[in-house]
């Protein structure tokens, strides 16, 4: 009888074990788009690309939180101080606080520059402007209200939209 009470007690325990890991699985994937004060909290008044710094369109930016501390930020800045060539590809920028996927391409943490180009691209940049990654963009006809810059929770990614134009975000 003891070593069924034991092989009971020992199963129970397994159950319940395997049950509180998946349960932190899935909170650790959670995704969150941050709005209102959370968003305020995170933001950066400005940001520093090829030599000038220029202040953050709180209007046009986004974040999200994968899990309890995995961040990416993205927002649109003013680019009128730029030349135009610079303007040409780089409308804001893209921080992250952990490795991600983008558009089914892998970023490292990082600040980035970014720009959605009229190919149908999403073009990553360093802050010196090179180019470091280029992931297709998709066209979402259905979006009835496009903004100039959003993140919407689709599943388990976000998609980072431009008007239109998206490119999807996930955890790595």
Known sequence: MKTWNRFLFSAAASIIFACSIAQSVSA???????TGAELARVMPPGFYFQGLSAPT??????AVRFGTKRHVLAGLVDTS??????????????????????????????????????????????????????????????????RPLMMVKFGNVVRLYSGKDYAEIGPR
């Open 28 to 34: 650790q994937e959670r995704v969150l788009v941050l």
């Open 81 to 146: 101080g730029y030349a135009a060539d610079v303007r040409a590809k780089y409308e804001g920028f893209l921080i992250t606080d952990s490795p991600i996927t983008i558009g089914g391409s892998e970023l490292e943490t990082g600040a980035y520059g970014f720009g959605f180009s009229n190919n149908g691209k999403l073009n990553i940049l360093d802050l010196a402007g090179n180019e470091l990654l280029s992931v297709a963009a998709t066209r979402d006809n259905q979006l009835r209200r496009p």
């Open 57 to 62: 369109q709180m209007r046009n930016s986004a």
